[in-house]
């Protein structure tokens, strides 16, 4: 009584797991996935799981119901292999072999079943024939299904993977019966819990891969081992096997408890229906079987030689950024993006590939939600990530000009140590590019490299930048010396000139005039020798602003404009690096508008902030020459007429004022500078 007792929970146990899978597959149906092709067989498999159990029970059913069903659930399975192995050839047709393969159960099934009704023949032992025969048959099915369908599918990978452990102990479970004339009792119950095992396997799998079942899926152990032989040729290996061992077996005794098979199916109930509901769960649990039971989808050791040599080759200035983002283009397929690099308080987009015209790369504050995800957590940002929300967790967190760029794939961290140098955005490729972790954690690995390589290229250029302001320094210091003595020259012809005045206007005159230049010349020296610190006072904005307007309408054309608001809101400054900053922009407007332009200056008070607007109807700077080379000291595109260091100190001045500016500009349609400065909030 108490193996009957055991045996009924065992089956209904797998029973009730077999259901759970046919619900998986249900589930799979809804999401169009192939695998729902199995439902059936599951359902059968159910079926005949569930007789098996009412028959230890206290209802049970005849047996040639049993057999019937036993059959049953072989064809079902088999016929359901057939479907799926069509559905994945490309053929029209399979082979003659194939399709007697698929269907040559069902004369067997209909021959075993007609034999169960002939009276006075051995219904147990050619039962028993007939299972394994039909054992034999679902075997090499799943050997056919493995080979045409599974290169492609992780989920038919996985399906074989335990169909083929099902049929094997069925194949076991028969010869061990054809050998000792009759079923072990011990075997038949450990077939239940093959039957859990297997099933919830399948069903965890087909819950995990559910958003990859269409990704190549290529399977690997732990040590590689090559399979030469067939299906058939294994199952006599194992028959000859087990009539070496099977007398072995009798020698093992004991029934399983009922607590086990309870325990069994409860946690098995909670753990289908924990991955039903914790996405994270199944995403971790997703990540943990793809990376022990498949191959990996990139070799890494050629991804990341062919990633060193493409940033190891020479590289203008120029090329640096184009470089950098084909480096990662070349792997992820993708077709077009952007860079984006840190600079003065702001990631600017300093490179983009492929993109519109009307796409409006904008910047990002280094502090905002968006780049703090980036360092806080190695975040990379997938914008369509679909139905997978764990990939989508952070996508609040977007700028709204993210939206504005087509097909946008994703964004991922440029990151050094503990410093975000930027961010790249890629758009999608051509192909089906559902991300896996390897793709994760191969943009993560080359976003640092990346990322090296830029930070390196800017402290080169940084380094460039400060030798030639040595040479410059060098420069002025010889100027300050020759401007010595000038001014000593000068003021001896001052004295002299004051002793003979044969010519008094023409003497006051000239003396005036180099008193003027002496002064001039001595004012600035004073200015280089004194502290800077000294040279800040507080300064009425609006008495700025109107002071450079006024310096830079000595030109009668283009026609400059201005409109200043009147305020009494103050600003601390040097008064005249910062007149010389504005005047610098209103200059260069100038001198890039025709005469019969127009230059117009705004001053705007905004809470305490103040903003210049800079407005020119000029030629206008495209968006390679605004991002890359107009702040660039030592640069200029005025053959012989300045240095190419004016805009650049102007924006190093008005960052030390903790300032911000803005350049937006098209070729041909002008340009607009936007120059916040902070006021005194008393």
């Known amino acids: 009584m108490e193996y009957n007792s055991v045996t009924f ?12 899978l046919t619900a998986t597959y249900l589930f799979q149906l809804a999401r169009k996935q192939k695998t729902w092709i199995f439902a059936g067989a599951a359902a059968m498999h159910t079926l005949q799981l569930g007789s098996i159990s009412l ?45 007697l393969l698929f269907t040559g159960g069902w004369p067997i099934t209909a ?22 025969s039909l054992a034999v048959i679902a075997l090499v099915s799943v050997e056919q299904l493995y080979r045409f369908a599974a290169e492609n599918d992780r989920q038919i990978k996985l399906l074989c993977m335990n169909l083929a452990a099902i049929f094997l102990y069925d194949i076991y479970l028969f010869t061990h019966a054809l050998i000792f004339k009759g079923l072990d009792p011990m075997l038949w119950q450990s077939r239940a819990a093959v039957s859990i095992a297997t099933c919830l396997f399948m069903a965890l799998g087909g819950l995990l891969l559910l958003q990859r079942a269409e990704r190549p899926a290529n399977f690997n152990l732990s040590r590689p081992i090559a399979f030469y032989t ?38 098995a109930v909670l753990l289908i229906a924990t991955v039903f509901v914790s996405s994270r769960i199944r995403m971790r649990l997703s990540v943990l079987i ?29 090329e640096v950024n184009q470089r950098a983002f084909f480096a990662v283009a070349s ?55 679909g139905d997978n929300q764990a990939l989508g967790q952070h996508n609040e967190l977007l700028p709204g000009w993210t939206h504005n760029i087509p097909d946008l794939w994703l964004l991922f961290p440029l990151i050094v140590g503990e410093e975000l140098v930027g961010f790249m955005a890629l758009t999608k490729p051509g192909g089906d590019e559902a991300l896996t972790w390897e793709d994760l954690d191969l943009l993560k690995t080359m976003g640092r490299q990346v990322a090296s390589y830029l930070k390196r290229h800017q402290q080169a250029e940084q380094l460039v930048e400060g030798r030639q302001f040595d040479t410059y320094n060098k420069l002025v210091a010889f100027i300050i010396h020759d401007l010595n003595n000038l001014i000593a020259q000068q003021a001896l012809v001052v004295r002299n000139a004051e002793k003979h005045k044969g010519n008094p206007a023409f003497i006051e005159d000239a003396i005036k005039t180099i008193s003027n230049s002496v002064d001039r010349m001595n004012n600035l020296l004073k200015k280089l020798r004194r502290d800077e610190s000294d040279l800040v006072k507080r300064l009425s904005i609006t008495d700025v602003v109107t002071q450079a307007v006024q310096e830079c309408q000595q030109r009668s054309s283009p026609k400059l404009t201005a409109e200043i608001e009147t305020t009494q809101r103050t600003i ?83 960052s030390e004022l903790s300032g911000t500016l803005n350049v937006a500009s098209e070729v041909g349609e002008g340009t607009t500078i936007i120059i916040t400065l902070p006021l005194n909030k008393d």
Request: charged letters at 15%.
């Open 9 to 20: 929970v065992a089956y209904f146990s797998a029973a009730v797991v077999a259901m759970l």
């Open 55 to 99: 028959s230890f029970s206290d209802y049970p059913i005849p047996l040639y119901l049993l057999i019937i069903f036993e059959y049953l659930h072989f064809n079902a399975w088999v016929f359901c292999i057939g479907l799926s192995v069509k559905q994945n050839t490309r053929r029209k047709q399979l082979p003659a072999s194939m399709q």
């Open 111 to 132: 021959l075993a079943i007609a034999m169960l009704f002939i009276p006075n023949m051995n219904q147990a032992g050619l039962s028993v024939w007939f299972a394994l």
């Open 230 to 267: 067939t299906s058939l040729v294994g199952v006599g290996i194992l028959i000859t096997v087990l009539s070496l061992g099977g007398y072995y077996v009798r020698l093992y005794g004991g029934n399983w408890g009922t607590v086990f098979y309870s325990l069994l199916l409860v946690g």
């Open 290 to 318: 793809n990376k022990h039971l498949f191959r990996y989808k990139y070799d890494y050791r050629n991804e990341w030689l062919r990633l060193i040599n493409y940033l190891a080759q020479p590289a203008d200035a120029s």
């Open 331 to 385: 792997t992820t397929r993708a077709p077009s993006g952007a860079i984006w690099l840190r600079k003065q308080g702001f990631y600017e987009p300093v490179y983009r590939a492929n993109l519109p015209s009307f796409v409006d790369l904008q910047e990002e504050p280094v502090d905002s939600p968006f780049c703090r995800a980036f360092i806080e957590s190695e975040w990379v940002f997938i914008p369509d990530n």
């Open 572 to 654: 601390n400054a040097d008064q005249v690096r910062l007149v010389m900053t504005i005047t610098n922009f209103i200059k260069n407007a100038q001198e890039a508008t025709p005469d019969n332009g127009r230059v117009h200056v705004t001053l705007r008070i905004e809470h305490h902030w103040a903003k210049i607007i800079i407005e020119d109807t000029g030629s206008g700077m495209d968006w390679d020459f605004i991002h890359n080379r107009l702040f660039k000291p030592f640069e200029t595109t005025k053959s012989g007429k300045g240095m190419g260091i004016g805009v650049y100190l102007s924006r190093e001045y008005i």
